[in-house]
C-alpha cells in the first residue's frame, strides 16, 4: 500500500479523532476559563481561607503530571465512590482541572498588573468592589494575559493527547488504532503529527491576530 493510499484510508478515521480532540479541548478550557478566574479571585481576596484553597488547588496541579490527574479521577475516583464515568468526562475533569490551575496563576499576575489607580477611579464613581472587579480590573487582566493564555490554551490541546491511555479514541488513540492495523508507524505519526500542527498554528495566527485588535483597540 502506497502513502496516499494509506492516508485516503486513515483520514477519516483521523478526523474523527480530531474531532474528538477538538471538543474535548473546546468544553476542557471553556470549563478551565471559569475555574481559573474564580481560583484567582479567591486567592486576591484577602480571605486566608480562600488563599489556602487556592493555594492547595494550584500546588497540586503544577505538583502532579496530568497523567496520574487522568488515571487518578478515572480509576481512583470511580473505583472509591464506586460510580461510572466515561472516558470523555473523566478528561474533561483531568484537563479542566489542570488547565484551570497554571491560568489561575495567569489570572492572579494579569489582575495584579492592573493599575491601581484604575481600582480607585472606579471606587470614586460610586462603583461597587464587585463591579470594579467585572467590569474594571477583569477586561484589563485579560487583555494584559491573553497571550499566556492562549499559550495554555495550545498546550491544553497538545495535553488532550495523554488522555488517551484511557481509552479515549482522540486523535492520537486513533493513530495507534491504525498502525495496530498497518504496521507503517512512520507515515501514521506524521499524519497526526501534520494534524495537530495544523490546529495549533492556525490558533496562534488567529492568537496574534485577536493581540493586534486587543492592542488597537486598547
Not at 67 to 93: D, E, H, K, N
Not at 167 to 191: K, P
Amino acid at each position: 500500500m502506497s502513502f496516499f493510499e494509506l492516508f485516503a484510508e486513515s483520514l477519516p478515521l483521523l478526523l474523527q479523532g480530531l474531532g474528538l480532540t477538538l471538543e474535548l479541548a473546546v468544553v476542557s478550557l471553556c470549563i478551565a476559563m471559569v475555574l481559573g478566574i474564580i481560583a484567582a479571585l479567591m486567592g486576591l481576596s484577602g480571605n486566608p481561607v480562600l488563599q489556602a484553597i487556592n493555594a492547595a488547588f494550584v500546588a497540586v496541579i503544577r505538583c502532579s503530571p496530568l497523567l496520574v490527574q487522568a488515571f487518578f479521577i478515572y480509576f481512583g475516583v470511580t473505583g472509591a465512590l464506586g460510580i461510572r464515568m466515561s472516558a470523555f468526562v473523566a478528561g474533561v475533569i483531568a484537563l479542566s482541572l489542570n488547565a484551570g490551575g497554571y491560568l489561575s496563576e495567569i489570572f492572579r499576575g494579569g489582575i495584579q498588573s492592573v493599575d491601581p489607580g484604575q481600582v480607585e477611579a472606579a471606587r470614586s464613581l460610586g462603583l461597587s468592589s464587585r463591579q470594579t472587579t467585572w467590569r474594571i480590573v477583569l477586561p484589563q487582566a485579560i487583555r494584559i494575559c491573553l497571550p499566556s493564555v492562549v499559550n495554555q490554551w495550545c498546550i491544553t490541546i497538545k495535553d488532550t493527547s495523554i488522555i488517551c491511555v484511557i481509552g479515549l479514541a482522540e486523535l492520537t488513540r486513533m493513530g495507534q488504532q491504525i498502525i495496530a492495523r498497518t504496521y507503517r508507524s512512520f507515515e501514521v505519526w506524521l499524519m497526526v503529527f501534520v494534524l495537530y500542527f495544523v490546529v495549533i498554528y492556525a490558533l496562534t495566527i488567529f492568537a496574534r491576530y485577536m493581540e493586534r485588535k486587543v492592542s488597537l483597540d486598547g
